[in-house]
């Protein structure tokens, strides 16, 4: 594990669980993430921690749903072609969504059934291009 390197922050946009008992749910998640120092931010049937969130629904589309970073809406765009092509299904074309101002995703469903984006959130400087944890 000697020069072992880790980068962290330049993949995952967020991670979302749509569960059918959210109250069961919150109080899980909010026993573990108060354990680990994570604070939680509730909305209406939705918490989020930092990049993951939990969700009320009564129509999972998956195991869980995984937004990868796109550095810009034309990799949105080819991130859903090359999944189609690799046998992925249609879960919603590239294009603006309404989450917030300049959010460009597409969906796809991979071959277990998890629905997985690409998510650009428009214009923006980033902080650093990655966290990098290295093994000492």
Do not use: W
């Not at 300049?102 to 277990?112: E, G, Q, R």
Request: with cysteine; glycine share 10%; proline share 5%.
């Amino acid at each position: 594990m000697d020069n072992m390197q880790f980068h962290r922050g330049r993949l995952i946009d967020h991670i979302q669980f749509v569960v059918s008992d959210y109250e069961a749910n919150r109080r899980f998640y909010e026993a573990v993430f108060g354990t680990l120092g994570i604070p939680v931010v509730y909305g209406e049937s939705f918490l989020y921690a930092d990049d993951f969130m939990v969700s009320q629904g009564t129509q999972t589309t998956g195991r869980c749903h995984i937004a990868f970073q796109a550095k810009d809406p034309s990799t949105v765009d080819a991130f859903h072609a090359a999944g189609l092509a690799a046998g992925g299904r249609d879960n919603g074309a590239p294009g603006p969504r309404d989450y917030h101002p300049n959010y460009y995703a597409a969906f796809l469903i991979d071959p277990a059934g998890n629905n997985i984006e690409a998510v650009n959130h428009g214009p923006a400087r980033r902080s650093a291009e990655s966290v990098v944890i290295e093994a000492i």
